[in-house]
């Protein structure tokens, strides 16, 4: 079915959804060959508890599509208040330069993922993706998950909010 002629351009779209605030993730799989592959994404969402299930989403114009509609795991890192570089790094610049030099560990189930302040952290099975739009949403079922008391990093309104999330008001 396709969507009838919005009465908006993609700016002013762009714009309405940056007054929703999000986390900010890096999402970090294997490539086809052997190489740690990595990318900002603010996407992501809780879909699930029974089964424990997740989703984020990529553009289908992404490099990294091939490797993440192939992959068997990957890893959501909720990146913390003190992680506005590597949500940066991992947004710019060429893939396979993202994690030279990053301390990088392997969640139970083998995919690498970043070691350091990460507020959470999904291991998923790449459980089911559906293409809508021009985005693939990719769901994955989590098969492990850590936390910490480290604050989130969140994005808003084009920008990152610097405020600590014990002093936002509700």
């Known amino acids: 079915m ?24 890096v ?6 060959d052997g190489e740690r592959i990595g990318l900002t994404v603010s996407s992501f969402n809780s879909v699930s508890l029974a ?21 068997e795991r990957y890893v959501i890192n909720v990146l913390s208040a003190e992680q506005i570089a590597l949500a940066r790094r991992f947004a710019t610049g060429r893939t396979a330069e993202r994690f030279a030099g990053l301390p990088v560990v392997n969640a139970p189930g083998g995919t690498p993922m970043l070691d350091g302040l990460n507020a959470a952290w999904f291991e998923c099975r790449n459980r089911s993706r559906y293409v809508e739009g021009d985005h693939i949403i990719m769901v ?5 998950c850590g936390h910490s008391n ?21």
């Open 27 to 32: 999402v970090s799989t294997t490539g086809l």
């Open 140 to 144: 994955g079922e989590v098969e492990a």
């Open 2 to 25: 396709s969507a009838a002629s919005p009465a908006f351009d993609a700016a002013f779209f762009r714009t309405a959804l940056g007054r929703y605030a999000t986390g900010v993730t």
């Open 150 to 170: 480290e604050d989130p990093l969140v994005f808003h309104a084009g920008g990152f909010d610097l405020t600590p999330a014990r002093e936002r008001q509700p």
């Open 51 to 71: 089964p424990p299930l997740v989703l984020w989403s990529l553009s289908a114009a992404s490099s990294s599509l091939a490797a993440f509609e192939q992959c």
